[in-house]
T-cell receptor
Framework: EAQVTQNPRYLITVTGKKLTVTCSQN?????MSWYRQDPGLGLRQIYY???????DKGDVPEGYKVSRKEKRNFPLILESPSPNQTSLYFC?????????????FGDGTRLSIL | AQSVTQLDSHVSVSEGTPVLLRCNYS??????LFWYVQHPNKGLQLLLK??????LVKGINGFEAEFKKSETSFHLTKPSAHMSDAAEYFC???????????FGAGTQVVVTP
């Protein structure tokens, strides 16, 4: 089954404690992206990657890092989390073969930073 | 610059009645547009997409959307709401050829028996 898998689904942690949210896709997609979802703001892009070792900032990259060492994985790293990073996070992937391909989303990770 | 505006943050309908979710876009050329649905505790699922092939687009679960260039709109409709349609719906525009997306703020749909 084609899917994007995020872990963990829920996490409560404290300010300053480094954390990583993993994302893996099994569709051999080139493009992967992280979004955060906040009430009334829709989804905003944090970082994206167009292929292995190719990453770039989205609209709200401050306080986040990513890496793309393998095609299937795109972890999101919060080196020193702060309460304003409390949010619902989504990973997504899509093929770059052909124009305007829709993105496939994971089920989300709800982070609470105390 | 391209953007989308969802005109209603909340819509409440009775089961069996029509659903209309409004989306206006701003673009200097013909955009590519999607509607996604998000059920509670789930990711976003693609309902339908418009990529200039046809102005009336049919999607999954009985939804359809019509692209109207003169009105810069891409409203989502369904003739008869079902309880399972209760969810949040996002109108989305593609900003560039690499797939960068701009999301609307979302419309929460409540379906009452």
């Amino acid at each position: 089954e084609a899917q994007v898998t995020q872990n963990p689904r829920y996490l409560i942690t404290v300010t300053g404690k480094k954390l990583t949210v993993t994302c893996s896709q099994n569709m051999n997609h080139e493009y992967m992206s992280w979004y955060r979802q906040d009430p009334g703001l829709g989804l905003r892009q944090i970082y994206y990657s167009m292929n292995v070792e190719v990453t770039d900032k989205g609209d709200v990259p401050e306080g986040y890092k990513v890496s793309r060492k393998e095609k299937r994985n795109f972890p999101l790293i919060l080196e020193s989390p702060s309460p304003n990073q409390t949010s619902l996070y989504f990973c997504a992937s899509s093929t770059l073969q052909g124009r305007n391909q829709p993105q496939h989303f994971g089920d989300g990770t709800r982070l609470s930073i105390l | 610059a391209q953007s989308v505006t969802q005109l209603d943050s909340h819509v409440s309908v009775s089961e069996g009645t029509p659903v209309l979710l409004r989306c206006n876009y701003s673009s200097s050329y013909s955009p590519s547009l999607f509607w996604y649905v998000q059920h509670p505790n789930k990711g976003l699922q693609l309902l339908l997409k418009y990529t200039s092939a046809a102005t009336l687009v049919k999607g999954i679960n009985g939804f359809e959307a019509e692209f109207k260039k003169s009105e810069t709109s891409f409203h989502l409709t369904k003739p008869s709401a079902h309880m399972s349609d209760a969810a949040e719906y996002f109108c989305v525009v593609i900003l560039d050829s690499w797939g960068k997306l701009q999301f609307g703020a979302g419309t929460q749909v409540v379906v009452t028996p």
